[in-house]
């Protein structure tokens, strides 16, 4: 549920205790109005994407359709087809035989990929718990998979010495392998003491698999996935919420996104911060990813400031004005090429998912329209 505020409601009822009861039922009056206009300056009459804020949005293909999947807190996973902007699934998290109810846990996270040329989702949630569906069925995939002691922030498909592995994080400070063919763990855990791994991505380095960190300490880290050891650790954001990978000068640098709104580049291979932080938005900053669009690559932003903005990575400049966005805050952001042309979608606190051209710079359409 999106937070109140109830300033006004306490002030009536103060001045019910003060001056009697008719300045507060005008006061009230006038209090109620106003939480309404916030209520819908939040949520807006319109359609919706989900019953609840949309946490997180990959993308991939489905018998050769591009796809959208989506989480949200209203416990569901949702198939969309790019193509028609339709629903084409929706893909419930339910309790085991036997298990007692978990209460309003909710999704937070979702991947798209395959795992033995069969297309899948695999989801995280509030229940510490790693999901996998078959995205022809919308049925899920044997059990859950469990070890994290805490929300699970992220999750990728990905292959590690030519094995599928799913690979989640966790608020526990820990990396988690799996394989998905025997729900077992794959391997050690990667360990920090860096809080919550809001964020990671997959790379090379010296030619050997890496992965790339966000943590709550605001530290960017670099793991060797052979070792699983740290072998590199960025500071200067205040918590740093998400990373994305680009290319400058014949090199791989990382994008990352921080709670005070900032953007920082890092050369991967120096281990260090690439120019000044980019004042990307007002309030909170949020997700990013990296794009390529007339013909350069560019960093697409969300944040809790109701914009999304795109900055010409290799200048670190903005690429136009901010583009007004969801009617709140930005929670995800996943790039895609639909007829040729980059798009981004988003998805966010008040409850829609949005197409983005990122050539002309405008919304695609109205928000996706969901159903149960």
Known sequence: MTDIDLTGVRKVLTDIGLTGVRKGLIAGCAALATLAVLFFIDHGPGPLSHGGDVTSVAVGELDGRPIAVSAGRDRTVRVWDLTTRKQIGNLVVEEEPGEPPSGPDHVTTVAVGELDGQPVAVSGGVDAAVRIWDLRTRKQIGAKLTGHEHVVASVAIAELDGRPVVISSSGDGTIRFWDPSTGKRAGAPLVSEGGTITSFVLTEYDGDPALVSAHHDGAIRLWDLTTRKQIGKMTGHHMALSVALGELDGRTVVVSSGLNGTIRLWDLSAREQIGDPIP????????????RANGRQIIVSGGFDRTMRLWDLPTRRPIGDPLPSHRSSTYAIAITRLDGAPVAI??????TIRLWDLTA???IGDPLIGWD
């Open 280 to 291: 990307a938005h007002d309030r909170a900053g949020g997700p990013l990813a990296v794009a």
């Open 346 to 351: 988003s998805g966010g606190q008040d409850r």
């Open 361 to 363: 710079r405008e919304q």
